[in-house]
């Protein structure tokens, strides 16, 4: 059973930057993706960036060149690094990790972006 609990959420305004980390307690010994989604009031809830086991990183397009994900194995934590942050970036911030079988939630990080 993992706990996943994300920080870094807060208020900005359009063209900052925030750090999202996603604390990740329990043992992962492999792992098939850990994942932020986003979801935005009245909107579906969106991946914007995942990092599979493997090493390989995906970004929604409009995220490309503004958000970078990455892990830090020896701290078990995933993080996004936010930069141009734009209005429309404004949503809940969730970590996902997928463990093919089973695949575990946190319970999100409000990011408000500032026109």
């Known amino acids: 059973q993992l706990q996943l609990v994300e920080s870094g959420g807060g208020l900005v305004q359009a063209g900052g930057s925030l750090r999202l980390s996603c604390a990740v307690s329990g043992s992962i010994f492999s792992f098939k993706s850990m994942n932020w989604y986003r979801q935005a009031p009245g909107k579906q809830r969106e991946l914007v960036a995942n990092?599979?086991?493997?090493?390989?990183?995906n970004y929604l397009d409009s995220v490309k060149g503004r958000f970078t994900i990455s892990r830090d194995n020896a701290k078990n934590t995933v993080s996004l690094q936010m930069n141009s942050l734009q209005p429309e970036d404004t949503a809940v911030y969730y970590c996902?990790?997928?463990?093919?079988?089973?695949?575990?939630w946190g319970r999100g990080t409000q990011v408000t972006v500032s026109s």
């Open positions: 990092i599979t086991g493997g090493g390989i990183t």
């Open positions: 996902n990790v997928d463990l093919w079988r089973f695949d575990y």
